[in-house]
């Protein structure tokens, strides 16, 4: 009887993974939306205060994240949808005290925040606006795009990042995906990744493929699938 049960519970919670996943896919193929930015801006603001907290399961994928961007001494970085600046301290190791990091961001409160912590790092500057508006550095030397499905879902947004970075110039992005259909485990890890993403995109299209439209603004674009396939880290360059 107990084995009975326990068989009946697995199966159950395996149903109701694949039913949730399948109809936010359902929902995403049948009505793909755009990212709504009145929406960001509301969700942002809201957990702008506790956006540390409630992120800190991330920071070792963060950091996986800048650390695939090949930075040197003296560089410019553009970092697109940089939240409340969690990747700043790593940026302005990379690029030394003779570099600049430009963190974008179109949330006042999660700017604000980003502010505060850019004051002790020299170097480190907050633009508090959309990505497609933002007044960005003519030819950085490298983009970073962490946790910003959003704007990695937006071609206005991606052009105009894309044509402020320097022929040659490295973009590298990253965050949360569908995991395939196929692997072992993917309903319950993908009901997972809708869980904890919810709150933070405000569109699930593209999110089997994140990177897709950025990949045809980028030569040598290189995939990786981390987390079990449920995350991803893409890097290329500018042509």
């Given at each position: 009887?107990?084995?009975?049960?326990?068989?009946?519970?697995a199966?159950?919670?395996?149903?109701?993974?694949?039913g949730?996943?399948g109809?936010a896919?359902?929902?995403?193929g049948?009505?793909?939306?755009?990212?709504?930015?009145?929406?960001?801006?509301?969700?942002?603001?809201?957990?702008?205060?506790?956006?540390?907290?409630?992120?800190?399961?991330?920071?070792?994928?963060?950091?996986r994240?800048?650390?695939?961007?090949?930075?040197?001494?003296?560089?410019?970085?553009?970092?697109?949808?940089?939240?409340?600046g969690?990747?700043?301290?790593?940026?302005?190791?990379?690029?030394g005290?003779g570099g600049r990091?430009?963190?974008?961001?179109?949330?006042?409160?999660?700017a604000?925040?980003?502010?505060?912590?850019a004051?002790?790092?020299?170097?480190v500057?907050?633009?508090?606006?959309?990505?497609?508006?933002?007044d960005?550095?003519?030819?950085?030397?490298?983009?970073?795009?962490c946790?910003?499905?959003?704007i990695?879902r937006?071609?206005?947004?991606?052009?105009?990042v894309?044509?402020?970075?320097?022929p040659g110039?490295?973009?590298?992005?990253?965050?949360?995906?569908w995991?395939?259909?196929?692997?072992?485990g993917?309903?319950?890890?993908?009901l997972?990744?809708?869980?904890?993403?919810?709150r933070y995109?405000?569109?699930?299209?593209?999110?089997?493929?994140?990177?897709?439209?950025?990949?045809?603004?980028?030569?040598d674009?290189?995939?990786?699938?981390?987390?079990?396939?449920?995350?991803?880290?893409?890097?290329?360059?500018?042509g």
């Amino acid at each position: 009887m107990v084995v009975r049960e326990l068989t009946t519970a697995a199966g159950a919670c395996r149903r109701a993974a694949s039913g949730a996943l399948g109809m936010a896919r359902r929902t995403a193929g049948l009505h793909p939306a755009p990212p709504d930015r009145a929406r960001a801006l509301a969700r942002y603001g809201a957990v702008a205060p506790d956006y540390d907290a409630l992120t800190a399961g991330g920071d070792a994928y963060r950091r996986r994240t800048v650390d695939r961007l090949p930075l040197r001494a003296g560089d410019v970085v553009l970092d697109v949808g940089c939240g409340t600046g969690l990747n700043f301290a790593a940026l302005t190791r990379a690029v030394g005290p003779g570099g600049r990091v430009v963190g974008v961001e179109q949330c006042p409160a999660m700017a604000a925040r980003a502010r505060e912590r850019a004051e002790a790092m020299p170097g480190v500057s907050v633009l508090a606006a959309p990505a497609e508006e933002a007044d960005l550095p003519r030819d950085a030397d490298a983009a970073l795009l962490c946790g910003t499905h959003d704007i990695l879902r937006s071609p206005r947004a991606l052009e105009h990042v894309v044509a402020h970075v320097r022929p040659g110039g490295h973009v590298v992005a990253g965050g949360a995906k569908w995991a395939p259909w196929w692997l072992p485990g993917a309903g319950p890890l993908n009901l997972w990744t809708w869980h904890v993403n919810r709150r933070y995109v405000t569109t699930f299209e593209g999110f089997d493929r994140p990177w897709s439209r950025l990949a045809p603004l980028l030569d040598d674009l290189e995939v990786e699938e981390v987390m079990y396939g449920g995350g991803f880290i893409a890097a290329g360059r500018r042509g």
